[in-house]
């Protein structure tokens, strides 16, 4: 389907290349949405991979682009980096922006089911879907993709991978929600955008998709061990049985001292995208 | 003189190293204030020379350390960090916090002679005098220093370096305010903390200052040709001249693209910690 070319916002040059933010009328979540790119300086001359970065609680476009430290190494390497919002803005729906993990600003990557939230929050088809398709369209990019995310989005980046094999290249994440629905934060978002059904729920969470997976990429993880969110919320041990019971690839790296911040995701951006630019240069 | 020990606000482990934060009752502003300081690995184990960064209008001590990417450079090198805020805080003078270029996050770095502000907004005497004693005495530091900044923090470094011969071995500055008692962001600033004796300003001039220098130190700046201040307030050209006419050693790099953002600080900020570090390690 050939989409309008979305609307730039914002422009700033970074490393030699091009940060620029753009907004577009999205038909899946039925908002205008803001998304980022980041452009290195080879997307000047030819068509360049793309890193899909999903963003944590409470974040929008800007947090990655502005404190992970990215751009540099992206621009070395040749690859694009696109950074989606975390949810629909705007939509009021009542308690949208009543708490921080829930509503706006918490996504979650699911397409909700239930009413009221089923009409705009489909962010899994935004950024799966909606949002390459654009992306490839409209700008000078290769259709090889990458995921990766941080905490709620580290668990899009698992999820996006897993649903969707031939999709990406390659996937890792900083401190994913690993198996969300057994956690609080998962709990919580699961109920209000997929009901009390909680067999539906397992279509979205990270340990069950490892079980029945039909590709079994690499899972690269980091994971600060002075992270407050790790053993209520995040889970990584739930992550590391998953993968040993289906025999699927983890490189899952405890990290002593880090915590859950973009100081944590800044000292180790570098090897993930050095990961992922291996993956989206094989030809 | 003895000074009580910072008290710890907040810590999180960056490339190995700790950035921390602090808060103190200041004696030079009469005021809690509060700062930055990033310990590089090395200072685990011996003390590591300082490089001060004095941020721009509306800055905190945070903005650096989240958007500039410097620390990964500093854990590389061995250089400690520190940021002080732009202002004393809370002061709660009349109209302290009605402008963004005046007031609050907008100190100027010069020691106020106009009442109230004299009382409180004394940033210089605070960042070359109090704040160095301090970090002198409580943590792993030697007595070398550099100075750098972006914008009012590059007026602030440019002039702090110039006030004072021998007391830092290099400077530094990106997009500095370079003449300000000839822009209005300078003019209003001046003529609020120090009165309407325009003589009186010169002494706060880093284009008057370099006429006098006691001490040539080269001066590394950098400045964004796509910046929206260049013109009206930086006036790197003002810069220049007075480094022409009073053979002071000037490396002026003119970025063409390059706003007046973090983008464009994080994209240069990596050589501007080299050039610091090899006169730091001089012995």
Same mark, same amino acid.
């Given at each position: 389907? $050939? ?8 422009? !700033? ?6 940060? +620029? ?5 999205? $038909? ?21 991979p793309v890193l899909y970065w999903l963003s ?6 800007? !947090? ?46 699911? !397409? ?69 629905? !057994? ?15 909680? /067999?539906?729920? +397992? ?27 790790m053993q209520e919320q995040l889970k990584p ?13 983890? /490189? ?28 989206? +240069?094989? $030809?």
């Amino acid at each position: 389907m $050939t989409q309008a070319a979305p609307e730039l916002v914002a422009s !700033n040059k970074c490393f030699d290349g091009w940060l +620029k933010r753009y907004k577009h009328s999205s $038909t899946t979540t039925g908002t205008e949405m803001v998304f980022a790119i980041y452009l290195p300086p080879q997307a000047q001359t030819q068509p360049v991979p793309v890193l899909y970065w999903l963003s944590g609680l409470t974040c929008t476009d800007e !947090n990655f682009m502005q404190k992970a430290g990215a751009q540099r190494v992206a621009a070395e390497l040749g690859v694009a980096i696109v950074a989606p919002d975390t949810s629909p803005r705007d939509t009021d729906l009542p308690g949208e922006h009543d708490s921080y993990d829930f509503g706006s600003g918490a996504g979650f990557y699911v !397409n909700a089911t239930e009413t009221p939230w089923s009409a705009h929050y489909r962010m899994y088809d935004y950024v799966t879907d909606e949002l390459p398709a654009l992306i490839e369209q409209h700008f000078p990019v290769t259709p090889k993709r990458a995921i990766s995310g941080h905490s709620m989005g580290g668990h899009g980046a698992l999820i996006c991978a897993l649903k969707n094999p031939g999709r990406y290249v390659s996937v890792s994440a900083f401190a994913p929600i690993s198996n969300p629905i !057994n956690c609080p934060w998962g709990e919580k978002a699961f109920s209000g955008y997929l009901g009390t059904d909680r /067999e539906a729920w +397992k279509a979205w969470d990270s340990c069950e998709l490892i079980a029945t997976a039909k590709e079994r990429l690499l899972i690269l993880v980091d994971q600060g061990e002075a992270d407050d969110f790790m053993q209520e919320q995040l889970k990584p041990e739930a992550l590391k049985a998953a993968c040993a019971s289906a025999g699927h690839q983890l /490189e899952l790296r405890m990290r002593p001292g880090y915590d859950h911040s973009y100081f944590f995701i800044a000292s180790f951006i570098e090897d993930h995208l050095r990961h992922h630019a291996r993956a989206l +240069k094989q $030809t």
